[in-house]
């Protein structure tokens, strides 16, 4: 800045760690412990500092300034050799406070997402004390949470590698003597533990090993000591290494799915690295939110997002996956089947117009409104009981015994409709009136038995029955018979092949034709049914206990409180070396939670 | 431009006027609170419990095994093979001695007693087995607008020029465009059986065999027509030449009833609609049931079956055989239907009481759990 009288003074403002250092004189003792005191309360604090420049010390700065910023080469370097030679002999004005409140809600949020079985992280750019104050208010430390620190004052104490290996000592110790309850968020004797570290031992844990190979591997230390902390806060991040955290999570060996959160510039590169990036619309301008995957207004909107908004599309997600390799199964392993009884001549057993619309009209509708409005569970109770979560929790519903168990499924319903009609058609008579069918009509009555178990089976998977889902299912199947009987029912000039002509209704004309499509549609869903009745009634999940419970309160629920009682046990794993809670799923979130309420 | 705070703001809320530019004409982005939107929609939430499932399994139990038994205990079927593959039977040496070009027909008879009488309409069918009419080659061998009357697939120099369907190949035209050109044409059955019922006192009396009804009356009456034009089906097929492993041209398969002759012809048309599975029946005659309801269709005793052996079956190992049975709405006899209801029905029968069980011992603890909580 210029003044009229000549003098050219410099201001700077910046964290207490980068001013004080270059500060020469001031009341700095004084402001330095005001700073601690305003940090320990939970404010914000800034140093304010500033210098008398010369003209000639400013053409120099100026001239300096010019040729760095002109510089080919190493011109960031160079910038900050620069900024280092300007920046010194300052002199301390003061030191400033803001209070953050903490957003609505945050707290509610931040427990729900742990008890979901979510881990949280923290990752801000602030001091240690003043994040730990953040943290303690927002519920990520509770009060028997025991704290360990990674910071630059332990490392200044002991070796990095001292450091690390006590850290992970106590915490292992810890988890071996109990087994450990996934339930992080309601036994209350259990010591959980929460990690601090800041960005100057970070960039230390993580920088690669040296040549002397007695340094060791720093990152597998530091995950062990993780994943064993029930919450994680990292200070004093630069957004670099908020992405460098998100992408070493993600290599863990676990290869957990990573959510990160956050509302500014500066975490911008985390939210992009992440597996989903979360930006909130804040007061700080929309970067966070142009490159975020979804954008929502407060952060307490993540609880429904997640809880809610996540478990129902993962759940319509898996469904419609499921449900589509399970179908075509079903579709095309009969036509497969009747190769081997038609001498391998590849001679379909379905009609072309069947091959075609199987996909596009049967059967496409009611899993396409089943995977936009299927509800599980009430919204309230989803909300209200976030440990639901964990149901679905690594992926559970897209694993392979599930993906087995429906293939094996679709394998079992084509060969019942193959063999079925096979055994039916072979050596008899299959009409009312002595007349015989033909290949078409038994590859009519293999598809109309196929349509009508497909789609049945859908109906009996959704638990949601608007008018919609109605209006789909039984209007597919009233499409479907409309379809054949008109498709059969005239001589189609643009054809030039007549085979179904009166099929589909001479086959409805035959009394044995009825027997065998009930007979057939009862016989493939029967496995399934059982399966879902005896697993609901030996081994309900804590999913189908709720359901369960809100069928005999009709509803009503979510009002009743105690719906911890409702979980299912948790199996005690007879082999207690496994440490690792297997069914939690890490979640990183960067929680800006404070809310900027002052401009 | 920093902008002006507005408390709202951060809701997501329409703000004020003022704000950075073109905030004023913002539209409020929140969806609507319809019950669609908000995904509230009212609905029905059925659980498949073991209580609600039980009653169905019952009922299917109780409703699918009777079924089973009346579909094993009724019916009665009759199979007689007659290929003559082995030297002791009746039909050996027809079966030797063919070739192509006989005029002469080989004729066999084979003997057979029936245990049971056969009550009311009796149905003669011919069976092959070994012989895929399934095809896939063989299945597109045929033009279905020939057969519907199309002249234009009839006339010699518009067939020649690619007009009529390729899928007849390479029975479509010997010098003379075929008809009915394609392979399934050309493989007719023409075999003809004839039933005689031997007396007590040893006379044979031949059982009469209605030809008609035998096809689906809309294949007969709707997608087979004759090509119009003349009522004399000589002059109308013209210039056309029969199908090459064919005795006579397919004007002369029924000269004397017109109405079975040609296209619409029945065993034709029975042929020409392609078995299902390599092992197969079709429909040959009827065998009427007696006018007073008193007698038989078929009483007890011996029959001839006269067969006039024309079908070459041994080139690739396959077997005829000629079946009576009886008809009722349930079908044929078909004793796998039966064994399947009874089956199913049994199996669901017993996971209901199974799952009534379970309802007993698990439902009650989970009810009485959750009320108590």
Known sequence: ?599 | MAPSYNAKEEDGHQPGATGHGGAGTMTNKKPDNTAFKQQRLPAWQPILTAGTVLPAFFVIGLIFIPIGFILIVYGLTLLIDYTGVDMSSPCYNCSQSYSWNNTQSCTCSVHFSLDQPFESNVFMYYGLSNFYQNHRRYVKSRDDSQLNGDKTSLQYHICTLNRCSKECEPYRSSDKPIAPCGAIANSLFNDTLELYYIDPNGSRTAIPLVKKGIAWWTDKHVKFRNPSGNNNLTVVFQGTSKPVNWRKPVFELDPLDSDNNGFINEDFIVWMRTAALPTFRKLYCIIQKKPNNMTPTLPRGEYILEVTYNYPVRSFDGRKRMILSTISWMGGKNPFLGIAYITVGSVCFCLGLVLLSIHYRYGKRNNSAEISS
């Open chain 1, 1 to 599: 800045m210029w003044f009229s009288t000549g003098e050219y003074y410099l201001f700077c403002k910046g964290a207490d760690s980068s001013i004080f250092p270059r500060v020469i004189s001031g009341k700095v003792e004084q402001v330095k412990a005001r700073v601690e005191h305003n940090a320990v309360e939970g404010l914000r604090t800034l140093c304010v500092a500033y210098r008398k420049l010369s003209v000639a010390q400013y053409e120099e700065t100026c001239h300096l300034l010019n040729s760095a910023k002109l510089a080919l080469q190493d011109r960031d370097r160079k910038l900050a050799e620069a900024y280092d030679l300007i920046e010194k002999d300052f002199i301390l004005l003061g030191a400033t406070a803001v209070e953050d409140r903490l957003q609505d809600k945050a707290a509610d949020t931040i427990e729900s997402l742990q008890k979901a079985g979510m881990k949280v992280w923290v990752l801000t750019g602030d001091k240690m004390e003043t994040a730990a104050a953040t943290c303690y208010a927002s519920k990520l430390f509770r009060r028997s949470t025991q704290i360990l620190e990674l910071t630059t004052k332990r490392t200044e104490e002991q070796s990095l590698h001292d450091v690390l290996f006590d850290l992970s000592k106590t915490v292992l110790r810890q988890h071996g003597s109990m087994t450990r309850d996934t339930f992080s968020g309601l036994s209350a004797d259990c010591v959980d533990f929460g990690l601090i570290i800041d960005g100057a031992t970070l960039s230390a844990v993580l920088k690669p090993s040296q040549e002397d190979s007695s340094q060791g591997n720093y990152k597998d230390i530091f995950l062990e000591i993780c994943r064993n902390c029930s919450a994680v806060l990292c200070c004093r991040m630069a957004p670099l290494q908020k992405a460098q955290i998100v992408k070493l999570i993600k290599s863990s060996p676990e290869h957990p799915i990573t959510l990160a959160i956050g509302d500014g510039a500066n975490d911008v590169s985390m939210i992009l690295e992440a597996h989903v990036g979360i930006g909130i619309m804040g007061k700080e301008g929309r970067q966070a939110a142009r490159n975020c995957d979804y954008a929502i207004p407060k952060f307490k909107h993540l609880k429904k997002m997640l809880l809610v908004h996540g478990h129902y599309y993962y759940i319509r997600i898996s469904e419609l996956v499921q449900y589509f390799f399970y179908k075509n199964v079903a579709f095309i392993f009969p036509q497969f089947l009747y190769q081997f009884f038609c001498g391998f001549s590849q001679q379909p057993l379905y009609d072309t117009a069947y091959l075609t619309l199987y996909n596009i009209s049967f059967t496409s509708l009611p899993i396409l409104l089943f995977s936009l409005i299927e509800q599980h569970i009430n919204m309230d109770i989803l909300k209200k009981d976030p440990s639901l979560y964990r149901d679905i929790a690594k992926n559970s519903l897209l694993r392979w015994p599930i993906f087995i168990y429906w293939t094996f499924l679709g394998v079992f319903d084509a060969v019942i409709f193959f063999f079925g009609a096979y055994f039916l058609f072979n050596n008899s008579t299959f009409t009312s009136n002595g007349q015989m069918f033909g290949n078409w009509t038994f590859g009519t009555l293999v598809f109309t038995v196929l349509v009508f178990t497909v789609t049945l089976k859908l109906a009996l998977d959704t638990h949601y029955w608007t008018w919609i889902n109605h209006f789909v299912i039984w209007g597919s199947l009233l499409f479907f018979v409309i379809f054949s009987l008109l498709w059969g029912g005239i001589i189609w000039p643009f054809l030039n092949y007549q085979r179904m002509y009166y099929v589909f209704i001479q086959m409805l004309s035959s009394g044995p034709a009825w027997l065998s499509i009930i007979l057939l549609i009862v016989t493939s869903l029967l496995p399934d049914v059982v399966k879902k009745v005896v697993c609901r009634a030996l081994w309900p999940t804590t999913t189908e206990r709720i359901q369960n419970a809100d069928k005999l309160y009709n509803g009503q629920l979510s009002e009743f409180t105690p719906l911890a009682s409702l979980h299912a046990p948790t199996r005690r794993r007879a082999d207690h070396q496994n440490p690792i809670p297997r069914r939690t799923n890490w979640c990183c979130l960067c929680a800006y939670l404070l809310s900027r309420n002052t401009p």
